[in-house]
């Protein structure tokens, strides 16, 4: 069963994680180029001996070969079934870390700490992992839930706007989907300037309505729309999600919350300036 804890301070939670998982012989870290630095304060912070892994960033780089050498420097820190994995970074790092845990050792325990909105409230929870593989997005992969996930909105403050924005439409998304109190709460947020205190707190609801969304579809069916959730779904929020396998080469890359922008657009949802894609 996986538990989702809610912080300001996820250094903290880690180190209680830790200390409550028992037998936890190693510690293992799995960054990507853009979230090494943040990997090692939490691991400095935790004060346990542990390896840390650091993967190119990027969707190119959640395939075989960059799952491979995660496998491979797991094997050379010493990794044991009785070891722990701690994925930090966006859903890339989350997808391809978690399939890792599920493989390496037939499974091993596994922590997602999500730096970016969009694997917050979708990518780390509900045990999808995965990689692309002959030019496909997530075309190989399993379910496997983290023990625990670590949601902390200060990683935020330095992400990219264009990220955040991807991340907030998706929210926007799964609010239309809910009810329209949850919808108007999320449309007065002010995205310019944000309120990250009251930010986690939607965050939350969000990824509750999202893991209840999931919860009522059969796990061989995970890549079809949901018919509990009418036309929404015909448009795909993310290219993972399509109803059927599409290439992930395409003339430019999409942000997994840009499609569900493409609905924002339409008339009387949205003002025009209230945009969440270029």
């Known amino acids: 069963m996986q538990t989702i804890l809610y912080t300001h301070d996820a250094a903290s939670a880690l180190r209680a994680i830790i200390d409550t998982l028992p037998g936890t012989d190693r510690v293992v870290w799995l960054a990507d180029a853009h979230t090494c630095h943040i990997a090692e304060e939490l691991q400095q912070q935790c004060t346990v001996a542990s390896h840390t892994i650091v993967v190119g960033a990027?969707?190119?780089?959640?395939?075989?070969?960059?799952?491979?050498?995660?496998?491979?420097?797991?094997?050379?820190?010493?990794?044991?079934?009785?070891?722990?994995?701690?994925?930090?970074?966006?859903g890339m790092v989350t997808d391809l870390g978690g399939f890792a845990a599920a493989t390496f050792k037939r499974g091993i325990r596994f922590v997602n700490v999500p730096t970016t909105l969009l694997a917050m409230i979708d990518a780390s929870v509900g045990g999808k992992t995965g990689i692309n593989f002959g030019g496909y997005k997530n075309e190989i992969g399993a379910f496997k839930e983290a023990d625990y996930v670590v949601v902390c909105t200060e990683f935020l403050r330095t992400l990219d706007e264009q990220n955040f924005r991807s991340g907030y439409a998706e929210m926007l998304k799964h609010a239309l989907l809910k009810d329209k109190q949850m919808l108007v709460q999320h449309l007065q947020f002010d995205i310019a300037s944000p309120d990250y205190a009251a930010l986690l707190a939607m965050v939350k609801e969000t990824s509750s309505s999202n893991r209840t969304l999931w919860s009522k579809i059969p796990r061989n069916a995970a890549c079809a729309k949901p018919s509990t959730s009418g036309t929404l779904w015909d448009m795909p929020s993310k290219v993972s999600c399509c109803a059927a396998p599409r290439p992930c080469c395409t003339d430019m890359p999409w942000l997994g919350g840009w499609c569900a922008n493409c609905l924002l657009r339409a008339p009387n949802w949205t003002s025009p300036q209230n945009t969440f894609m270029p």
């Not at 969707?59 to 930090?88: C, F, M, P, Y």
Request: proline letters at 0%.
């Open 58 to 90: 990027g969707d190119d780089h959640k395939n075989i070969e960059t799952l491979v050498n995660v496998w491979q420097e797991l094997q050379q820190a010493g990794a044991t079934r009785h070891s722990l994995l701690i994925n930090v970074g966006g």
